[in-house]
């Protein structure tokens, strides 16, 4: 079996049409975040600390968090919203009475958690760039390392959600994952400074440090090996999710 | 044949929910998979559609292999599931434009088909209010209708009126029947004899996971006991001096009643009658029906006695 793009599509208009509804309801919460800590973190705090790397803290703080709102874009898609159609509203079984399959059910529902993460992360990047914290041109080649993160965040999560059984686990995925990848991810501070070099590979693990690393070298427009390595992580970790969330999505509509 | 089920088992776990079952579905009629609630029913229609693999057996449909050409298959089927699946937000209309994208309808065909679909199963009265404010049994008209997209050749009805009230089943089994005379054949699994009698002219009756009898209605009532019965409530003592002698076809028992089925009522009563010793005891003769037929291929009935 392989996904047909047709089928693939016609699950993320589902999604789509229903989102048509109810976007306020869900845009505005999700991009004010970001928004909030910038103004928060970045003016407020940024007051107190001068320089950040050679730049303004507000101006090193925006590029990670264009990382954080297409991570929370994709993550509550493939969290909440994805179980709820799982196991309370069975959507997904009455797509499967068509000639829908599981793969277009997967990729159907990535592409659309990777869509929402393109409208957060797309608004704040907006955002940035109105009060001048995106330095043009080549603050622009973060545009792609929105959908890639919002891919990397929407095969984490679906591969949680369809192994988890019960809902409740999705709050320890908020608090005991994301935030801490929010908070510690090199978004708010450079992690490999204050980690003793033996820890440093702890850093390195962690999936949004990678997409913020490509995110700040962007908007400095700087280049170093270590992005491969950067890129090479989050599409093979992406990869290795999926086909895994692929085993897992057969398991659980086909037996 | 169009569904064709050839040595079809499927095992979860421990439990083997179907168990050998062979089953013809034959084009243009409408087909009964009869039995209580755990039998293998679901299990079944699923690997009709192609959900379910089975563990061991075939399962062909139109002349396809389903678990190799699910897709084709699947395009030509409409199914029913037992549980209303809807987008509660939006409106029928709009849940019957997302279903059909499903099937890769495209307009005008979409809307056109739509508008069908609205008349055929009267549909208009609130065709764009949201679906959560929807009745019953205006959820249950428009989960067929999400069925009808594609106008699928074989329509698959799992349990299509359980929970309903009389009225809207009426109605229901009028679209059924309409459907039919326009040569969708329809598969349906029901627990209610009285459905199957009325919709179906073939039934397989499943118990445990086996196909225990099959044929039409009436034939499977001649063959397995007798148009008429006579029911009777008393002990085991009393039965054998009542009944013994007297010539039924055949003779079963639910807890306290016995049922004696027979050609001829009128003989049999008189017949009882003459051995009662005058207590008039009450005797109820009606016609035999399903349920009947499935107490006597199972040895419970269908509510578990």
């Not at chain 2, 062979?22 to 009964?32: A, T």
């Not at chain 2, 609205?118 to 679906?131: C, G, I, K, W, Y």
Request: proline residues 6%; glycine residues 8%.
């Amino acid at each position: 079996m392989s996904v047909s793009l047709p089928h693939a599509a016609a699950v993320w208009r589902r999604n789509a049409s229903m989102y048509r509804r109810t976007w306020w309801l869900n845009v505005l919460p999700n991009f004010f975040e970001p928004v909030f800590y910038l103004v928060s973190i970045g003016i407020g705090v940024g007051a107190y600390v001068t320089r950040m790397e050679g730049m303004s803290y507000v101006a090193f703080l925006a590029p990670g968090l264009v990382c954080v709102a297409a991570m929370n874009g994709a993550s509550f898609e493939v969290t909440y919203n994805i179980y709820v159609r799982l196991t309370f509203e069975k959507a997904y079984d009455a797509m499967l009475t068509t000639p829908v399959e599981p793969d277009d059910v997967l990729a159907g529902e990535i592409l659309w958690a990777v869509t929402r993460a393109g409208i957060y992360g797309g608004c704040f990047f907006l955002v940035i760039a109105v009060a001048g914290l995106a330095p043009m041109p080549q603050a622009l080649l973060a545009l792609p390392l929105i959908p890639l993160a919002g891919l990397l965040f929407a095969a984490i999560g679906i591969a949680f959600s369809l192994r988890i059984p019960t809902i409740d686990l999705f709050s320890f995925y908020f608090t005991l994952f994301l935030t801490p990848l929010f908070l510690f991810a090199d978004v708010f501070f450079p992690l490999k400074e204050r980690l003793s070099p033996s820890w440093l590979w702890v850093a390195e693990a962690l999936p949004l440090l990678h997409p913020v690393r490509l995110a700040r070298a962007a908007f400095r427009g700087t280049a170093d090996r270590v992005l491969l390595w950067d890129l090479a992580y989050s599409l093979g970790v992406s990869a290795v999710l999926l086909a895994w969330a692929r085993r897992g999505i057969r398991h659980r509509l086909t037996s | 044949m169009l569904v064709e089920l050839r040595g079809v088992s499927k095992r979860f776990g421990d439990r083997l929910a179907v168990d050998g079952l062979d089953l013809d579905v034959p084009g243009g009629g409408c087909f009964g998979l009869l039995g209580p609630n755990g039998a293998g029913k679901t299990t079944t229609l699923r690997m009709v559609y192609g959900v379910t693999r089975p563990t061991t057996g075939t399962v062909r449909v139109f002349g396809l292999d389903v678990t190799r050409e699910t897709r084709a298959v699947r395009a030509r089927i409409g199914v029913t599931l037992q549980e209303n699946v809807f987008i509660d937000a939006i409106s029928p209309v709009d849940n019957l434009r997302v279903f059909g994208r499903y099937h890769l309808l495209r307009e005008p065909v979409l809307s056109q088909r739509i508008e069908e679909l609205l008349d055929f199963l009267e549909l208009r009265s609130h065709a764009r209010v949201p679906v959560k404010v929807l009745s019953g049994g205006f959820r249950r008209r428009l989960a067929i209708a999400l069925s009808l997209m594609n106008q699928p050749e074989l329509l698959v009805l799992d349990e299509p009126t359980t929970g309903l009230d009389p009225a809207v089943r009426l109605a229901l089994w009028s679209r059924v029947r309409e459907l039919q005379r326009q040569g969708t054949t329809v598969l349906l699994t029901t627990h209610y004899m009285d459905e199957a009698q009325r919709l179906c002219d073939r039934v397989a009756i499943v118990a445990a996971g086996r196909v225990v009898g099959d044929g039409a209605p009436a034939a499977l009532i001649r063959a397995h006991l007798a148009p008429e019965a006579v029911e009777l409530d008393c002990t085991p003592e009393e039965e054998r001096r009542l009944c013994d002698g007297t010539r039924p076809r055949a003779r079963l028992r639910v807890g306290r009643r016995a049922i004696l089925y027979t050609d001829d009522a009128a003989a049999l009563v008189a017949d009882v009658r003459g051995r009662d010793l005058g207590d008039r005891r009450p005797l109820v003769v009606r016609p035999t029906n399903l349920e009947d037929v499935f107490l006597a291929l199972t040895g419970t009935s269908l509510e578990g006695a």
